[in-house]
């Protein structure tokens, strides 16, 4: 099955520091540059952060430039997002995605709540 | 930075007619234009690219046009199962890519 299942999420104090997963399957990961997309309680949807397939380009979001690092493990079939400094604003639920056509392939979602 | 807009942010439907989303961007963005389909505690899903081509599976109810700043989803006939909310996207210019605030389908 194609797929793509985040993990690692959770609850963490302001200034935290937390490492979200992405592990796809069903299709050739290598081929394809991917992006980590996240949404805030009851708010749309905001690009994250992006890489290509063999990590020569890398893009941030500029809420987030400084603090969050993106990177990926093509023989685990991995995506990550290192996300250090966290404040409440930071509270979403992060959506790793592929990027083929558009972003074509979501995963289902993690919760990322910053809370004291 | 493209900014998107779209409109209405709320569009009441009742099933089998027809409803259309516009989305519209800040400068031109050629056809590198996407539609979302989010539905809620899911996760989006890809409905069109290109501004016009369906994504695999996507019923033929629903279709894109528009280039350069305008851009319109048209849901032919409104299913059950299409109340939801719909964000347009564009990739032409990037980083950063963006998204429009959303458009929400809802039952009439």
């Known amino acids: 099955e194609v797929q793509l299942v985040e993990s690692g999420g959770g609850l963490v104090k302001p200034g935290g520091s937390l490492r979200l997963t992405c592990t796809a399957s069903g299709f050739s990961f290598i081929t394809y540059s991917m992006t980590w997309v996240r949404q805030a309680p009851g708010m749309g949807l905001e690009w994250v952060s992006s890489?290509?397939?063999?990590?020569?380009?890398?893009y941030y979001a500029d809420s987030v430039k400084g603090r969050f690092t993106i990177s990926r493990d093509n023989a685990e079939n991995s995506l990550y997002l290192q996300m250090n400094g966290l404040s409440p604003e930071d509270t979403a639920i992060y959506y790793c995605?592929?990027?083929?056509?558009?972003?074509?392939?979501w995963g289902q979602g993690i919760l990322v709540t910053v809370s004291s | 930075e493209i900014v998107m807009t779209q409109s209405p942010a709320t569009l009441s439907v009742s099933p089998g007619e027809r409803a259309t989303l516009s989305c519209r961007a800040s400068?031109?963005?050629?056809?590198?234009l996407a539609w979302y389909q989010q539905k809620p505690g899911q996760a989006p899903r890809l409905l069109i690219y290109g501004a016009s081509i369906r994504a695999t599976d996507i019923p033929a109810r629903f279709s894109g046009s528009g280039s350069g700043t305008e851009f319109t989803l048209t849901i032919s006939s409104l299913q059950s199962e299409d109340f939801a909310f719909y964000y347009c996207q564009q990739y032409n210019n990037w980083p950063p890519f963006t998204f429009g605030p959303g458009t929400q389908v809802d039952i009439k």
């Open positions: 400068q031109s963005v050629s056809t590198n």
């Open positions: 995605t592929r990027v083929g056509k558009a972003f074509d392939l």
């Open positions: 890489i290509s397939v063999g990590t020569t380009y890398i």
